[in-house]
């Protein structure tokens, strides 16, 4: 079982478009964070979230973190090709030694 | 380096053989973990070294897989007497400190390993 389930699993929309990609769980996490990953290359961080509520936006792209911070969500404005991969949230439990990885959204942005 | 490296990028051994794959972190980071992604699978967590502290080693999944850091920056992650079940794309972080708020890894490309 996942301690951090992702929804879409899959997805695949048209250039322009917007979409949210849902990362849920039932636990609390002390921080959040969300990563980008091409084939064949690691899981880049594209933002990280501590505070219950918090927003952050980087470009077109919108992370927000639950109030129970139990949850987050990254949506995506005026989808481009260049946003095509694997979208990964991650958490830490209090102080703890690693992140716990969700379940992974895979995007196609088709031109 | 300016980044995490990783070696080999891709690696081919068969089932029974022992391999090495390494890690060399960013330079001045303290916290070095291993995580393993299989296809469907997400990324496990294996093994977190933290400057001169014991390693968590909570992650390996069997007494086959081991590893090590010398003197505080490269590691090398040891699979013995490899299964198929092994296959998988392994890959290195490291992050500045302890997961204080705030902080994230720096992956590299990872090592491709398939066993036959």
């Known amino acids: 079982t996942q301690l951090l389930e992702q929804s879409p699993q899959f997805l695949s929309i048209q250039e322009g478009e917007n979409l949210t990609v849902y990362c849920n769980s039932s636990?609390?996490?002390?921080?959040l964070q969300w990563y980008r990953q091409e084939p064949g290359e690691g899981p880049v961080l594209l933002v990280t979230?501590?505070?219950?509520?918090e927003v952050k936006k980087l470009k077109r792209l919108t992370f927000q973190f639950g109030d129970a911070r139990k949850d987050s969500s990254l949506h995506i404005t005026a989808a481009q090709p260049g946003d095509t991969g694997l979208y990964l949230c991650?958490?830490?439990?209090?102080?703890?030694?690693?992140?716990?990885f969700g379940t992974g959204t895979s995007l196609t942005v088709i031109p | 380096g300016a980044g995490v490296s990783q070696s080999p990028s891709n690696k081919v051994t068969e089932k029974g053989k022992d391999v090495e794959l390494r890690c060399d972190p960013i330079?001045?980071?303290?916290?070095l973990y291993w995580y393993r992604q299989s296809l469907g699978q997400g990324l496990e967590f294996l093994i977190y070294?933290?400057?001169?502290?014991?390693?968590?080693k909570s992650g390996l999944p069997s007494d086959r897989f081991s590893a090590e850091r010398t003197g505080g920056s490269v590691s090398t992650l040891t699979i013995q007497r490899t299964q198929q079940e092994d296959s998988a794309v392994y890959l290195c972080?490291?992050?500045?400190?302890?997961?204080?708020?705030?902080?994230?890894?720096?992956f590299g490309s990872g090592t491709r390993l398939t066993v036959v």
């Open positions: 972080a490291s992050s500045l400190a302890r997961l204080s708020r705030g902080y994230g890894y720096t």
């Open positions: 636990s609390v996490f002390s921080s």
């Open positions: 979230v501590v505070t219950g509520g």
């Open positions: 991650a958490g830490v439990r209090g102080t703890g030694n690693q992140f716990y």
């Open positions: 330079s001045g980071h303290t916290a």
């Open positions: 070294f933290q400057g001169n502290s014991a390693p968590d």
